[in-house]
């Protein structure tokens, strides 16, 4: 059995509420800490990726609890990692801010990867 080495409580997958009202200069994410991916069952800090988006530095074919999905360009080979556009990870704020979520601890990724846009997997080359 694992430990839990955050105080911050874990996000649980749910419906699509279509009639939650985003005000976004409601919120100030300037405090919000760097986000994490607990898919290894230890956090570990997400890399930034792009204009502002973030990328798993865990989620990877070697040390992933949670199997990368196949490649479809390589026959019996995984795509390399994970990561999450800013728009995604905005989203992703407000949605867990409207929730009453703590976002002073970090938020972890590992239940909201690749859910829509661009929010999905990525090959490294």
Same mark, same amino acid.
């Given at each position: 059995?694992? %430990?839990?080495?955050?105080?911050? &409580?874990?996000?649980? #997958?749910? %419906? %699509?509420? +279509?009639?939650? =009202?985003?005000? $976004?200069?409601?919120?100030?994410?300037?405090?919000? &800490?760097? &986000?994490?991916?607990?898919?290894? !069952?230890? &956090?570990?800090?997400?890399?930034?990726?792009?204009?502002?988006?973030? $990328?798993?530095?865990?989620?990877?074919?070697?040390?992933?609890?949670?199997? +990368?999905?196949?490649?479809?360009?390589?026959? !019996?080979? #995984?795509?390399?990692?994970?990561?999450?556009?800013? !728009?995604?990870?905005?989203? +992703? *704020?407000?949605? +867990?801010?409207?929730?009453?979520? =703590? *976002?002073?601890?970090?938020?972890? *990724?590992? =239940?909201?990867?690749?859910?829509? !846009?661009?929010? %999905?997997?990525?090959?490294?080359?």
């Amino acid at each position: 059995m694992k %430990k839990k080495t955050s105080s911050c &409580p874990e996000a649980k #997958r749910e %419906k %699509k509420d +279509l009639n939650v =009202d985003f005000h $976004q200069s409601d919120f100030d994410f300037s405090g919000v &800490p760097s &986000p994490v991916c607990s898919c290894t !069952g230890v &956090p570990r800090v997400c890399y930034k990726w792009g204009a502002g988006g973030w $990328q798993s530095s865990c989620c990877t074919i070697n040390i992933s609890e949670y199997p +990368l999905p196949m490649s479809s360009t390589r026959p !019996g080979a #995984r795509v390399a990692g994970r990561k999450m556009s800013n !728009g995604a990870y905005t989203k +992703l *704020l407000h949605k +867990l801010a409207a929730e009453g979520c =703590d *976002l002073f601890c970090p938020v972890d *990724l590992k =239940d909201h990867w690749a859910r829509h !846009g661009t929010n %999905k997997f990525v090959t490294i080359k």
